[in-house]
């Protein structure tokens, strides 16, 4: 959403700068993403005109522009002359859709343009540059017909929740309550109802719930007054002619989106209905849509006219020729908007706004602004003013108690204040019996429909900075380690794995070549390419790969581990890893000789995180994306715990991928072996103590069980690793290990050799074993 501040300041009354204003829309929960401040053509005088070298028409001036240094200046315009002050646009400044750059025109440098009055939009002549008043302009200063449009252009990201903030005025509304100006109210008259030849027959009341439309003949097109031309460039919108500019404009203004028909070219009356299974449909873009019966269309007696709420048909779109036309000004369902968007792949500023939900009061107020502005510069006569279905809507009201915002917050916040707030926001508020509040919004905050959305409002409007730190942990205690999926995350990056993370959903199309899973599509998928709940994690990682590959990082070693989907069903899902690694072992260097990763490294990855457990591995069978020659599975019976090898190259074609992928998979990490072994190690401002020991038991004994049994002695006894194990002939082994202690304070000999004779009588104790040393 982009706007300038002059267009905010018609409906707030501030005297903030635009970084005030900018300030204190994020304080209260609206996100700026920039503040651009235009550079505006300068007033410069010419100072010499000669012709240009190489050009019968062109001239080489030479002018003031205030800063002390004459500047070189192409010009074509027959007008140009010694002592004319006319406009100057520099370097950087935006005249129309073009940005001004420094450049050679025929061999000679110019640094920056004249402009016409048309280019400045100031008026239609553009036979020459503008001739300006040498006495009301000052050199090297904006000139003063563009005052207005040295306005800061400020724009924001707008969350799902809030739609009011798609308005101009509500922007400028929720500035007001948080007291940095005084809103001004603009008052609309509605129109009155017109009988014409032409009615709304509404047959999907649900997905439309108001319908109303304005005929206006005999307009003469026009462009668009200054005042809106200028503000729709601010918002990033080409003007056209005053019908289409009227409509955008009230979108920006109002958050209402309208469209505009050329009643010449509309047959009968206007139908509002569902479409037909497999209903075409030609957009004014010239694409063709097949639709279905969820789809709301708007429609003559000659087919649709437009898919409601998007995007308006080609057939009957105006033209600078338009003489009769029909304003639409509508309330669709938001639901029933988002699915058609999303169905046909285009988001528009209409179905922007419609999704998230609009005023459902502001159609007849919109209604009337767009004829005014358009008979205020077109001319023509209403002939026409239908509406079907609801005629005016009331907001829900919310039941909510005072106490509950400090319940919600933790601060106390006095029921007065809380009444001021919610005042300000224009919310209406009645007592009841039992104290509670019946708060009722305004029509367009359609996002309050729970006690917790009025917490919300207070909360930012008071103040964010405002609520204090109640507690604060003296001490800090280390959470425990135990973690499965953070503790194989962490071998993983042991091994020189960066993780990857990435969205939950896939690609049909690419999980089509790489795997024979089920595909679990999703009904309104966030974007084309994410039309899937992903069932394998290969994918989305290898779409990474291309992508660095594209911008000359070849050298590529990562993992991933997340959810992957087999059925749309809850619990149809379980957890995977995958790993990738392409490129070399290392960078190029004089002291250490790389080599190309191959099969081998990745299925060392697997096996550091099988562990000791016994398997096979088996080169049948490979699946879709693996090379059938370089692929293997880990086995254990019939159970494949893991699979490795290098990328099908026909599927590293297809993602366009040069180098060689080699991939290894766990499709699910219950597979994988618990490791009880590991224990936290708390964090202790002592050094640790190390002590080795040796033990004798039986040949046949796992060395893992005197760890264990170590390790279980002592909380402080946090780590143990043999080094040591030799067959002594005699049907035993002597196994040697060192523990390290953490210890939590400052431990004394005496305590120290309580903790190794515990050692010791646990492990003589559970293990049969005897100590050697």
């Not at 450049?103 to 002549?125: A, F, P, T, W, Y």
């Not at 009615?199 to 005042?227: D, M, Q, W």
Request: proline content about 5%; some cysteine; hydrophobic content about 40%.
């Amino acid at each position: 959403m982009k706007w300038s501040c002059e267009w905010l300041k018609q409906y707030l009354k501030t005297d903030l700068t635009p970084k005030q204003i900018a300030d204190k829309l994020t304080a209260i929960g609206l996100e700026v993403e920039s503040i651009e401040i235009p550079i505006l053509p300068i007033a410069a005088k010419i100072i010499e005109c000669v012709p240009h070298p190489d050009s019968d028409h062109l001239h080489v001036l030479k002018v003031d522009d205030g800063s002390g240094t004459l500047r070189q200046i192409v010009c074509g315009a027959p007008n140009a002359r010694v002592g004319l002050v006319s406009a100057l646009a520099l370097p950087g400044c935006k005249i129309g859709d073009m940005v001004i750059q420094n450049g050679k025109l025929r061999g000679v440098e110019s640094k920056g343009m004249m402009c016409s009055g048309k280019e400045l939009g100031i008026n239609d002549d553009h036979s020459g540059i503008i001739e300006l008043d040498e006495k009301s302009e000052i050199i090297g200063q904006p000139i003063s017909a563009l005052s207005d449009s040295a306005s800061a252009i400020i724009e924001t990201s707008i969350t799902p929740n809030r739609p009011d903030y798609l308005a101009v005025r509500g922007i400028a509304l929720d500035l007001s309550a948080s007291g940095v100006g005084e809103y001004v109210k603009d008052e609309i008259k509605e129109l009155d109802l017109v009988a014409g030849e032409r009615k709304v027959n509404l047959l999907a009341p649900n997905a439309c719930p108001t319908y109303r439309f304005c005929e206006i003949h005999g307009i003469k097109n026009a462009p668009s007054n200054n005042v809106i031309q200028r503000r729709l460039r601010a918002a990033g919108i080409n003007p056209k002619n005053a019908p289409i500019d009227a409509t955008n404009y009230i979108c920006y203004d109002m958050a209402q989106p309208m469209h505009c028909f050329d009643a010449d070219k509309i047959v009968g009356d206007i139908t509002v209905r569902m479409a037909n299974e497999g209903e075409k449909f030609t957009d004014l873009f010239g694409n063709e849509h097949i639709l279905s019966e969820k789809d709301l269309v708007i429609c003559d007696d000659a087919g649709i006219l437009a898919l409601a709420g998007v995007v308006g048909g080609a057939r009957a779109s105006t033209t600078d020729e338009t003489k009769n036309i029909i304003l639409e000004s509508a309330y669709f369902n938001p639901v029933s908007i988002r699915k058609s968007s999303k169905k046909i792949g285009l988001s528009t500023d209409s179905s922007y706004r419609y999704e998230r939900g609009i005023d459902p009061s502001v159609s007849a107020k919109a209604l009337a602004y767009a004829a005014k502005i358009i008979m205020d510069t077109c001319g023509g006569k209403i002939v026409n003013v239908s509406v079907a279905g609801r005629a005016s809507y009331t907001p829900e009201s919310v039941r909510y108690n005072p106490s509950l915002f400090e319940q919600k917050t933790g601060i106390k916040l006095d029921e007065e204040i809380q009444r001021k707030i919610l005042t300000d926001l224009h919310y209406d508020i009645k007592n009841t019996k039992n104290n509670d509040w019946m708060v009722t919004p305004i029509s367009s905050r359609v996002d309050v429909v729970i006690p917790e959305n009025i917490v919300s409002d207070l909360i930012r409007m008071y103040g964010y900075d405002k609520v204090g730190l109640n507690y604060v942990h003296e001490k800090i205690t280390p959470a425990e380690h135990n973690d499965m999926n953070l503790l194989l995350k962490e071998k993983l990056a042991g091994l020189g794995l960066n993780e990857s993370i990435s969205f939950g959903f896939g690609n049909s199309k690419i999980e089509q070549i790489l795997t024979d899973k089920p595909i679990v599509k999703i009904a309104n998928p966030i974007l084309i390419d994410m039309d899937t709940a992903r069932n394998n994690l290969l994918e989305n990682i290898l779409v990474a790969v291309a992508n660095n590959e594209k911008r000359g990082f070849m050298d590529m070693n990562m993992f991933e581990m997340g959810p992957v989907f087999d059925g749309d069903k809850p619990g149809e899902q379980h957890t995977s890893i995958c790993i990738i690694r392409t490129g070399s072992t290392s960078p190029k260097h004089w002291q250490k000789r790389n080599r190309p990763i191959d099969i081998f490294d990745v299925k060392s990855d697997l096996v550091s995180l099988l562990g000791a457990q016994k398997y096979t591995i088996d080169t049948t069978n490979a699946p879709c994306w693996a090379h059938p020659y370089r692929y293997g599975a880990i086995v254990q019976g019939k159970k494949v715990l893991a699979q490795f090898g290098q990328l099908h190259p026909s599927i590293a074609k297809q993602m366009h991928i040069k180098g060689n992928v080699y991939i290894g998979l766990v499709e699910d990490i219950e597979n994988l072996p618990k490791n009880p072994k590991h224990k936290k190690i708390p964090i202790t401002d002592f050094m640790p103590i190390t002590r080795d020991f040796a033990f004798v038991v039986d040949n046949d004994f796992e060395s893992g069980k005197i760890i264990s049994t170590a390790l279980s002695t002592d909380s402080c006894v946090a780590d143990a690793v043999v080094f040591d194990s030799f067959d002594m002939g005699n049907g035993q082994k002597s196994v040697a290990f060192t523990i390290t202690i953490y210890p939590d304070h400052n431990m004394n000999d005496e305590e120290l050799l309580k903790v190794q004779e515990a050692i010791i009588k646990n492990v003589e104790s559970k293990c049969n074993a005897k100590l050697r040393a």
